[in-house]
């Protein structure tokens, strides 16, 4: 007998779940690609996109997944042997300087390890050790899902400014555009990078780019540039087609625009934010509890100890391995929920997959699905006897209480 018969639920940070309502926008026949509904309602979109990065800049769209839309940020900034800093606090932060250097860009890695935040004194450091000024861009991620860090992007801003450098800042915020507060202008981000399948909530497919007008300036000298992806028309487009290089992502777009639409009008970006931070609380909550066992050492705990540098859309949690693969596979088989596998975690000869697991919490979440995957985590939990202290579910319960 199993009990996952029904809805079955992805609690992974990518895809995440996608609302009914953008799956109807998006069930329809192919439009007409040069006249009617379709070019007609990008300015809205595009209006939509700026708003929800809170730019009033350029916004560049590809028909591409998050690893294309750091590509054409690497290929309209860099040239051959230039140099970026990258700032690393987990996989994806390590992906991208690969991407980087794999085009013959020198990087220099600030590695901070997969369970601390960026410490912005280092970045001064480096910045003022730089006194020639090769940096082009400091690159990093706002939220790394592999490690669920929140990086304090207006920190890193003050150290740039602090060392009179002048390189860009530029914020890959896949993970947390539609989930955490992130301010583009106020903040001092000149590139920022997202995608569709996140916070967005449409599948993926899509890659955004917003960069503002320095950015564009320095990006016209880039000499890795090429026809797809340089963002000079794409960001500033007379022609419906030159949004896209080519033929628009149709159904992609009209779900987009039912999606923008729930963020910005129907719940509002502030309520979004504020939600997150809720579901956020409850599952930090619940681990709280489990890892809080009488007399024992702690066998499951949360990767980032201090709240403040957590991220709001995932939650990277460690259980002694094997643990985490055998919760998974309890929890997908038996309860028709499956959980974020650990990655870019491993450690003293441990596969991350065995010793970590990620919830997320991004998108289109309410307070029932987060206490039901929460609840079939215990059970998991009882079923395989993963030690765990109790009052788990009463913990996150009482954060929706006291809304």
Not at 106 to 129: I, M, N, Q, T, Y
Not at 147 to 168: E, I, M, Q, T, Y
Not at 373 to 381: D, Q, R
């Amino acid at each position: 007998m199993t009990f996952s018969t029904g809805r079955t639920y992805l609690a992974i940070p990518g895809p995440s779940v996608v609302p009914d309502a953008v799956l109807s926008a998006m069930h329809r026949g192919s439009p007409d690609i040069y006249a009617g509904e379709l070019p007609d309602m990008m300015p809205g979109v595009l209006h939509d996109l700026r708003a929800v990065a809170r730019t009033a800049h350029h916004v560049a769209i590809y028909i591409a997944n998050g690893h294309g839309a750091w590509e054409a940020v690497n290929t309209n900034l860099f040239s051959p042997g230039d140099k970026a800093l990258v700032l690393v606090t987990g996989r994806f932060g390590e992906g991208w300087a690969q991407s980087i250097e794999r085009l013959g860009v020198k990087v220099d890695r600030l590695d901070f390890g997969r369970h601390d935040s960026v410490d912005p004194g280092r970045v001064a450091e480096a910045l003022r050790a730089d006194t020639g000024h090769g940096i082009r861009a400091v690159v990093m991620t706002h939220v790394d899902t592999s490690s669920s860090v929140r990086n304090d992007v207006r920190a890193v801003r003050a150290a740039l400014n602090d060392a009179g450098h002048p390189a860009l800042l530029v914020v890959d915020c896949i993970a947390s555009i539609g989930c955490e507060r992130f301010e583009m202008d106020d903040w001092g981000v000149d590139v920022a990078v997202g995608a569709s399948q996140k916070g967005l909530m449409v599948p993926p497919g899509l890659g955004f780019v917003w960069l503002n007008s320095k950015a564009k300036q320095v990006g016209a000298k880039a000499r890795l540039r090429t026809p797809y992806w340089d963002w000079t028309e794409r960001a500033e487009a007379a022609e419906f087609y030159q949004l896209f290089g080519g033929t628009a992502p149709t159904h992609s777009l009209f779900g987009l625009r039912t999606a923008l639409g729930m963020i910005l009008r129907e719940e509002g970006l502030e309520n979004v934010w504020a939600r997150h931070r809720q579901l956020a609380r409850a599952i930090w909550a619940a681990f709280d509890a489990w890892g809080d066992i009488k007399g024992a050492p702690r066998g499951i705990d949360l990767n980032i100890a201090d709240p403040a540098f957590r991220s709001h859309a995932v939650t990277t949690a460690r259980f002694d391995p094997p643990m985490a693969t055998a919760l998974r596979a309890w929890v997908a088989q038996n309860a028709g929920v499956t959980l974020g596998l650990g990655i870019g975690m491993a450690e003293k000869g441990t596969p991350a997959a065995d010793a970590f697991l990620r919830v997320a919490h991004m998108g289109h979440v309410n307070a029932h699905m987060t206490l039901g995957v929460l609840g079939a985590m215990e059970a998991g939990m009882k079923a395989l006897g993963i030690r765990h202290g109790e009052g788990a579910l009463s913990a996150a319960a009482g954060v929706f209480a006291r809304l």
